[in-house]
């Protein structure tokens, strides 16, 4: 069993940043796409950027300037470096292995204006 475990969220204030990670047990990392995903309270789930095996990069419009997704093949590791944190970015965070479609638990990330 794959297990995708986050990390990093936490409160800040509006303009902000926070780094989130995403460490996984998975052996076939480094070929597979990997996502972060978000889910504010009474809204659905959305994709907020996502990286290929290669390295190509694609984010929502919502975050885009603003999010930087990347990945480490060697730790098994996808982060999401987030700047300019708004109130309308607080959320829950998952990570998410698009080949398998597993999940992590997600992570709380809360911008308070």
């Known amino acids: 069993q794959v297990q995708l475990v986050e990390s990093g969220g936490g409160l800040v204030q509006a303009g902000g940043s926070l780094r989130l990670s995403c460490a996984t047990s998975?052996?076939?990392?480094?070929?597979?796409?990997m996502a972060w995903y978000r889910q504010a309270p009474g809204k659905q789930r959305e994709l907020v950027a996502h990286?290929?095996?290669?390295?190509?990069?694609n984010y929502a419009d919502s975050v885009k300037g603003r999010f930087t997704i990347s990945r480490d093949n060697a730790k098994n590791t996808v982060y999401l470096q987030m700047n300019s944190l708004k109130p309308e970015d607080t959320a829950v965070y998952y990570c998410?292995?698009?080949?398998?479609?597993?999940w992590g638990q997600g992570t709380q990330v809360t911008v308070s204006s």
């Open positions: 998410h292995e698009v080949l398998r479609g597993y």
């Open positions: 998975g052996s076939i990392f480094s070929i597979t796409t």
């Open positions: 990286i290929t095996s290669g390295g190509s990069t």
